[in-house]
């Protein structure tokens, strides 16, 4: 290894796959001091029915907003 191929965040990633849908089932991520995050994936729903209200922001009172 040299320092342009470490990651600063990441010791180590598992990515764990279902092989028949190519899916992501769980994620392992080690950091530099040994803790681990494990994420498992579950329930995935493809295209779900989302309303587009739940895109709409409304910014609390008081917030200034700036367009651009």
């Given amino acids: ?22 899916l992501i089932e769980e994620m392992n991520l ?12 579950d329930e995935i729903e493809f295209n779900p029915d989302i309303p587009d209200s739940l895109f709409d922001f409304v910014p609390p009172p008081g917030t200034e907003v700036i367009e651009q």
């Fill in 1 to 22: 290894r040299t320092s342009e191929d470490t990651n600063p965040y990441f010791e180590k990633i598992i990515v764990r796959l279902d092989a028949e849908r190519l």
């Fill in 30 to 41: 080690t950091d530099p001091n040994g803790n681990v995050t494990d994420w498992l994936f």
